[in-house]
Every structure is written in C-alpha cells, then in structure tokens.
C-alpha cells in the first residue's frame, strides 16, 4: 500500500492483460470503493501512463454487466439465458460431472481451455495447471503466441532477455519487425522517440501501415509471410558487401561459413520478387543497417503467424550478431525479454502429475477437436474455460460454435462477462477483476517483476482464479499440499528468489514499491555470452527441436512431444501455404490475403463489449486498397462479406492505401453478437499450425471479398 487515511487508500496494482507493457498502477479507494486508475509514475519504463484501454479500468470493474454470481444455463445453448445458483451448487455439479465423465470416458475426457485474458503469476495462464493436471485432464496447448518466435529466437540465442527495452534511447537504428508499438507496445515509444532526437532512424517493417508506420521515417510494405526472404536478402548483400564485424562474428558465432553459402541463395533481385519491395531497397536497408550501430530490432508477434513464421525469425534473428550491433548499449535484438523471469515451473503447473503419454490438444484447433474433426478418443465431453473467449479468438469459429452447442458437451465458464463463449456455458462462475485479487506480474515486454494488491473486496461472489481451483480440487478430493496454499503463500512459491537476478528484490521491496527491476546485464552479449550449447550466437543451430517441439510452459509443463517434421538448423525462408504466390490455384477463387490487426481500443477480445470502447473503436472494417476495391466496385463505408471455403463474416469496408494491392486487413476481438450478421475474422482463418512451436497460423490465409449492401 502506498498511503491510507481513516477513509482513503492507494495500493499498488499492475495491468493483467495480454499486453507487453505489464503496467505498474496505482488503485485509489474510497471507503471500500475503488475510485481511480491511474499509472505508477515511478516506474521507468511505464511511468505514469496508462494506454486507453486500462484507463479507465473501473469501468470494467463496475459495469452493471459483470458477472457477480454462478448461473445455471435455463435455455437452450448459446441463448444466454441462466438463473442465479450458489456456489455449491455450481461446485457440486462440476464435481458430479466430471467424475460421472471420468468414469465413462476417463479424464482425458476432460479439457481445459485458457490463455491470457490474466497474465498474473497466480491467476493467469497457469492457474489451472495443477488441478488439471492432478486430473489427468486432456493437456491444452496454449500456442496463441510467441511459442513459434521463441523456439526460433532460442535457436539462435537461449533463453536471454537480449536487449533492455530500457536501453532503447541509446539506439541509432531502430526497426521495428511487425511491431505496431503505438498500438500494442505503446509504452515503448517514449525511448523510441528520445533516440530519434538522437538522431536515430526508425524503419517499420510491415505489411500494412499502421499507426507505427506512418510514424517512421521509412515503412518497408513487405508482403505477408516473407518477412524471412528479407532478412535473407539483407544478409547476402551484408555478406557479400563485407559489412559484417568479422571479429564479432569469428569469436561470439558459429556456424558462420554456412550462413553464408545460405543466404547466397537469396541474391537481392530474387527477395524483390519474393517480398514486393524493390532491390534498392534491400540494398539500402542492409547497408544502413550495418553501418549505423547501436541497431537494434525489436519483433512483434505477427511474425509468427505464417507457414514459415519460424524460419523467419530466425533469419532476422541473426541479422544483429553478423554485424555486432549486440556489442553496444542500446544494440542487439528484443523478442519477450521474459526469459529471465525466475519461474518455477514445477510449482505453476505441478508438471509431476501429469502420467507419461497424455492426450495434447492444441487449442487453436479447438474446433476440429469439438466437432468430431480430430476423431479424438475419447471425445472431449467437458471443455473448462477460464481466462479466454475461443469462439472470437480461435479459428474456424463456426465449427466453435458447433462444438460449443453440442448438448452432450458439459461446458464450465469462469468470467467477467457474458462473451460468445459464455453463451454456450451450463455454468458460468464469477472471476474477481484485478482490483479484487492478489498477484505477482512478470513481463514479455520488461524486466520487471510487479507486484498487484486487491484493492477492494470482490464484488458480489465473484472469487480469483487461485481460489476457484482451490475449491473445485476440495470438492474432487484432491489433498495434495499445493491445493493446501492461500494466495499469499503461492507469491513466494511462484518465483525462485535465490537466483542471482533476483538479487537484492525480494516481496519488502515490492510492498515499498510495487515494481522491481530484475538484475540484469544492459550490455549482455557485448561478449558473446549466449545461453546456448555452444555459448556463442548459433547460425547454425544446435538445439534439438522438430516441427512438434513446444516450450512446456505453452502446454501445461508437459515435456514429451511426438516426433515432427526436421527443422533446418539454418534459418531458410518458407512460403506462405495460402497465397497468390505459392497457390495460384487456390488464389483463382480467394485472390486476397488476409491479415488480422488488434484495434487500438481492445486487447485481444477484452473491452470489446464496453460502450465505450466499442463507441471509440467504431463498427469493424476491413481495410482494402483503392485498386482491388475498384475492382470489385466497393466503395468506403459499403458492408462487405469477406469469405473463403472456411467460412464469412461482413464487415464495412475502409478503402485506403495503407494496404498494399491483395492485402485486406480485418480487426481481430469484436464480440461475434455483437457483429454485422453474427461471425468475426476467425470466420476465415484455418487452424493451421507455423513452421515451430505449433504457433497459430492466423495470418496465412486467402479470402475473397465482395460487397453486399
Ligand atoms: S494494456 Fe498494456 S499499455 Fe494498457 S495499461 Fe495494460 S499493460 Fe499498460
């Protein structure tokens, strides 16, 4: 707590979302009411802002349409109609299903289905695990994000934070890859704009340009999927222009002589023709590039989401070694520096429960594993949705939505709000807001750990996460001590507190300060120093991963994988599986690609049903270039049907040159109720996997689009 009266308060909060920022807040309460939001102004690298959507965060909290008691489904599914229950009677009947499905279909019966609607320590993505896993519940792979981009980047690199976000103003050359940062990253853009008064150059990298782009100094529309071929390209002309710290990379690298002969294969001229940006291009950001140092690359998570989203990253992963920019403060390369978060995985999913051999489903392919698709057996007859929306986030959404209304299927649902999903629920369980609970944060985006006070007694019977799987394990019988610990004592089990870059932090120090920093190196590669096998950069990879490989924590804890494809161990460049390019034949019935983009107001589905929100966001459009919506006679503001064999969803259209020709841009999050004819994006997309890390392949995918009214 930051200072109290008799009456007032302020105590210390952090951001749950999904979001890199990871914001440190401050909650004011006024005689057990929380009254204001606003941003820690002491934190260095959020200070003192919080973005629009969190702002005004009571909002959320208090809007008459939260969830604030457990309900029973009284109509048919997806009606949305239940009636108030108790919370034994809603825990009785989960206990009396799930052992009744146990004992005619055994556990893997059973799925969880979460992500990061929390991103809390306690009550986020691993909240579930232990009871899951206790359970012998099917194992629910989580690889939204970021598990395609971290296996490339471990590949190349280990487990490092690379560069500092906090060193960013120190830079000379910034690119930003597929990063909208003043939209998803928003809290980065302050050392982004001091190191331009530095005279640094900002490149954005991206198909579309988005709020970023028409920010920078130079936006480069590579074509969906390709990003790889460029960063190939820029290699050969890097290479070939002897623009490489040779020293850099004889002492800290390996693997060197056959990068070379690799990217040899990708001559300037044929990237033009693969990317759709012209060979002076190439040229000049490759000499740029490695002629001005600090450089410094900083990824998004759109990268991943093709066929080849991994060997696209791991080309651009190698871009700062060949040319040393890791060297210099300020210089390097920013993935999610959470690698050296110290969190114990044996605590947060209790992975020794989980019998060898265990059923994997992977989320994003929800909707085949509902519908009888997958030819799972058994068949998952209870699906428990904590912490995630699946029918607007996951793909193939009318089959979700089939899934969901199957009357066979016993669906629990823990939330703030009645979404899509929750429509389809038997139950639906009230979950506390982040004002009402305790949590420990750490970051994708920084290198802090933040601590999260509950601010206010929960609203109305609404619990955390942490409580309702302590009561569901009481109720299955399950006696083992981790079921035993209160929110207080899992704070000191989350993290290990004795690892060096825990150092001098410990819980009296976050209570003085709400935030603290870990102690990590500003300049960690100045000498090579990779937390890799061979402790150097590894162009050639020597880590054992196939196509099937996942980071545990994306599944569960779970460390066995069936044997996949090989990966090439030297960064390649994969086409898209859907696009003009690599299949004209489909691409004669679905010319265009589609791409999805995060509105500005809403953070994945989150704040999509607040007026608001909404109100700012305005109506979903689909942005199309003037040249392909002539084509098809769409002017601005005409609703649209955007479709392909998977399915269709109508939005307005936005004709506008901020997307290139055969590129259209739908939003992902608005509700599906609360959409033009009922259906959003994931309508379309396929639930296909990248190259790596079993990563959602949202961004691969062809769709025509035509005008309806
Ligand atoms: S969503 Fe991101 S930027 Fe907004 S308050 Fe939360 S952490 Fe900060």
Not at 219 to 240: E, Q
Not at 311 to 329: D, K
Not at 362 to 388: H, M, S
Not at 412 to 418: G, K, L, N, P, Y
Request: aromatic share 8%.
């Amino acid at each position: 707590m930051v200072s109290s009266t008799s009456e007032k308060s302020v105590v210390y909060g952090a951001c749950p979302h999904d979001c890199p920022d990871t914001c440190s807040m401050l909650i004011t309460v006024d005689n057990g009411r929380a009254i204001k939001v606003e941003g820690h102004p002491d934190h260095p690298f959020t200070r003192g802002t919080l973005c629009g959507k969190v702002s005004d965060y009571l909002d959320r909290v208090y809007s008459p349409d939260r969830i604030l008691y457990p309900m029973r489904r009284v109509g048919p599914k997806g009606s949305g109609q239940f009636e108030r229950i108790s919370w034994d009677a809603a825990l009785d009947e989960i206990a009396v299903r799930f052992k009744q499905i146990v004992n005619d279909y055994g556990s893997e019966a059973i799925m969880p289905s979460s992500y990061l609607g929390h991103e809390g320590l306690l009550n986020g993505l691993t909240v579930g695990d232990a009871f899951f896993n206790r359970l012998g519940a099917t194992i629910a792979e989580r690889t939204f994000c970021i598990s395609c981009t971290s296996t490339a980047y471990l590949m190349t690199y280990g487990p490092t934070h690379g560069t500092d976000p906090d060193t960013f103003s120190h830079s000379k050359y910034i690119i930003l890859w597929g990063c909208n940062a003043l939209s998803t990253n928003v809290h980065l853009w302050p050392f982004i704009k001091e190191a331009r008064k530095n005279g640094a150059k900002l490149v954005v990298i991206d198909p579309v340009r988005t709020r970023t782009a028409q920010q920078a100094d130079w936006h480069i529309p590579v074509r969906p999927g390709t990003d790889g071929a460029l960063a190939l390209g820029m290699m050969n002309v890097i290479i070939n222009e002897n623009l490489i710290d040779a020293d850099y990379v004889e002492k800290y690298t390996v693997g060197y002589e056959e990068l070379k002969e690799r990217v040899n294969q990708y001559p300037p001229e044929q990237v033009a023709e693969i990317t759709g940006i012209p060979v002076e291009d190439i040229v000049t950001l490759a000499r740029e590039y490695a002629s001005t140092q600090p450089s410094v690359i900083r990824i998004g998570v759109a990268l991943e989401k093709q066929a080849g989203g991994g060997q696209g990253v791991r080309a651009i992963s190698c871009l700062p070694a060949l040319v040393g920019a890791w060297r210099h403060l300020g210089g390097g390369m920013l993935q999610a520096p959470m690698w050296p978060f110290p969190i114990r995985g044996e605590v947060v999913h209790r992975p020794h429960f989980i019998k060898p051999g265990t059923r994997v489903v992977n989320q994003w392919q929800l909707g085949r594993a509902l519908t009888g698709e997958l030819e799972l057996n058994p068949p998952i007859k209870a699906l428990f949705v904590y912490n995630c929306n699946p029918v607007t986030q996951s793909a193939e959404q009318d089959k979700i939505v089939a899934g969901l209304a199957r009357e066979d299927l016993f669906v629990v649902v823990s939330e703030h709000f009645m979404t899509d999903t929750a429509d389809y629920a038997d139950l639906v369980l009230p979950s506390t807001t982040q004002v009402e609970n305790l949590d420990l944060m750490f970051s994708w985006g920084h290198t802090y750990v933040t601590l999260n006070l509950p601010a206010i007694a929960p609203l109305g019977e609404a619990i955390p996460n942490t409580e309702l799987f302590r009561r569901l394990a009481a109720r299955m019988g399950f006696e083992d001590e981790c079921f035993q610990l209160n929110d207080e004592e899992l704070t000191m089990e989350v993290l290990d507190w004795s690892t060096p870059v825990m150092q001098g932090l410990d819980m009296a120090l976050l209570k003085q300060q709400g935030y603290a920093k870990l102690k990590i190196e500003a300049v960690p590669h100045a000498e090579g120093n990779f937390p890799t096998p061979s402790g150097k950069c590894e162009f050639l990879s020597s880590m054992k991963v196939d196509s099937n490989y996942v980071v545990p924590v994306f599944r569960q804890g779970y460390e066995e994988y069936p044997l996949g494809e090989p990966i090439d161990p030297l960064p390649n460049y994969t086409p898209q599986r859907e696009s003009v390019q690599s299949n004209p034949e489909l691409a004669k019935r679905y010319p265009l690609s589609l791409l999805s983009a995060k509105p500005h107001q809403f953070i994945n589905s989150c704040f999509a049903n607040l007026p608001k929100h909404l109100k700012l966001q305005g109506e979903p459009r689909v942005i199309i270039n003037p040249e392909d919506a002539a084509k098809r006679g769409i002017v601005e503001g005409q609703v649209v049907e955007v479709f392909n064999d998977r399915g269709a969803f109508q939005v307005s259209a936005k004709v506008s040159d901020n997307t290139r020709p055969g590129i259209v841009v739908a939003p992902l999050g608005y509700w599906r109720k609360l959409s033009h004819a009922g259906n959003t994006i994931n309508a379309a997309t396929a639930a296909t996997f990248a190259d790596m890390g079993h990563a959602a392949a949202v961004g691969d995918a062809l769709v025509e689009v035509v005008a309806i009214g």
